[in-house]
């Protein structure tokens, strides 16, 4: 499955920027899905993850109350909300999904290119 995400940019701390996550040519709408990022110097990380039917979210401790998973599978996307965006939030987000399973099981077969995010403080 390829991955485009879409929504990245350049915000100032404080702002919000919502992130999606398409796939091709499959759809995701049964599997499980996340996002990961990676800070500049520093080693790809978990951010968040959900279940293919939503039911089901996961958030890192540094981005828990701020960022929100969501998915609307009648489009076939995965959202990431990201509001009170700090500098240390900048990075390249990655859209992962797992096709081998509906549930999140820690194991990611797929990976986006990823977008930027630039937040200034």
């Known amino acids: 499955v390829q991955l485009q995400a879409f929504g990245g940019g350049s915000v100032r701390a404080g702002g919000s920027l919502r992130l999606s996550c398409i796939p091709s040519?499959?759809?995701?709408?049964?599997?499980?899905a996340g996002w990961f990022r990676q800070e500049p110097g520093k080693e790809r990380e978990f951010v968040s993850s959900?279940?293919?039917?939503?039911?089901?979210?996961n958030y890192a401790y540094p981005v828990k109350g701020r960022f929100i998973i969501s998915r609307d599978n009648t489009k076939n996307t995965v959202y990431l909300q990201m509001n009170d965006l700090k500098p240390e939030d900048t990075g390249i987000y990655y859209c992962v999904v797992d096709t081998s399973s509906e549930y999140v099981t820690g194991t990611w077969t797929d990976w986006g290119m990823g977008t930027l995010v630039t937040v200034s403080s």
């Open positions: 040519p499959r759809t995701l709408t049964q599997y499980a």
């Open positions: 959900i279940s293919w039917n939503g039911n089901r979210r």
